[in-house]
């Protein structure tokens, strides 16, 4: 094996490896859910935030919340009223908080901050310091090394496969580098997407034409969302 394949072959290893920490700094943003559980003033508060990080400001983050007792008048979200139970998608870049109006006329809120990961220098730098490489490494691995030539990925069902696996990837990189969709203010395609991933199709009265003639895409992500524990937006 000659020295320029030996050093192609590096390059393909240490690509992974490099990609793999860039993505673990950048998916901080999926990490570090928070939950205020509290009782205050006659009062039982649950406000749950799904994570405390975000890729870039106005990210959406989802948020539960859960008030019960005789003594709340009033509950806001964000200076919005909404009703003792409910849940949404925070996208405004403002820190989440739960205000509640009591009947004495007082109030009290609580707040979850939240950071933005390429806001911080330090952690976009760090990212990008270790993406570029690993891009760049991976194609002079490729050129280097002469893997596109080798016989075995000839192989229809070879490229098939390395083909599925690229495209997995790319979806997990694009989410790492683009902001969720607030589905709840704004009602495209997407409502009828999730609406396949979370009732199906079979009985789905719900069903509209075109996309219901798309549901691959709805049912794996219901799968995943019911596989993982995670919502179906997420999925």
């Known amino acids: 094996m000659t020295p320029r394949r030996i050093i192609g072959i590096l ?3 240490v690509s992974p490896i ?3 920490f860039a993505a673990r700094l950048i998916s901080e943003r999926a990490q ?3 939950l205020i559980s509290e009782a205050f003033n006659g009062a039982e508060i649950r406000f749950s935030v799904e994570r405390t990080n975000t890729t870039f ?4 983050i989802p948020l539960t919340w859960e008030v019960t007792g005789e003594t709340v008048r009033e509950v806001y979200i964000a200076d919005a009223p909404v009703t003792g139970t409910g849940e949404r998608q925070h996208c405004d870049g ?3 908080r739960i205000r509640l109006v009591f009947a004495d006329d007082s109030s009290q809120e609580w707040t979850v901050p939240v950071q933005s990961v390429f806001n911080e220098p330090s952690s976009a730098v760090r990212a990008w310091l270790l993406i570029a490489p690993s891009i760049v490494a991976a194609v002079a691995g490729v050129i280097l090394s002469g893997v ?5 990925l000839q192989r229809p069902i070879v490229q098939y496969v390395l083909a599925l696996v690229f495209a997995v990837v790319w979806v997990f990189v694009l989410d790492l580098f683009t902001n969720s969709l607030n589905v709840y203010r704004y009602v495209w395609d997407h409502y009828h997407y999730i609406d396949m991933a979370e009732n199906g199709i079979s009985g789905n009265a719900g069903l509209v034409a075109p996309y219901a003639y798309r549901p691959i895409p709805p049912l794996l992500a219901g799968f995943i969302s019911n596989f993982a524990g995670r919502s179906v937006v997420a999925g």
């Open 32 to 34: 570090n859910p928070q």
């Open 18 to 20: 490099l990609l793999f």
């Open 148 to 152: 596109h030539r080798w016989q075995m």
């Open 57 to 60: 400001n106005g990210d959406c």
């Open 11 to 13: 390059l393909l290893l």
């Open 94 to 96: 403002t820190t989440p």
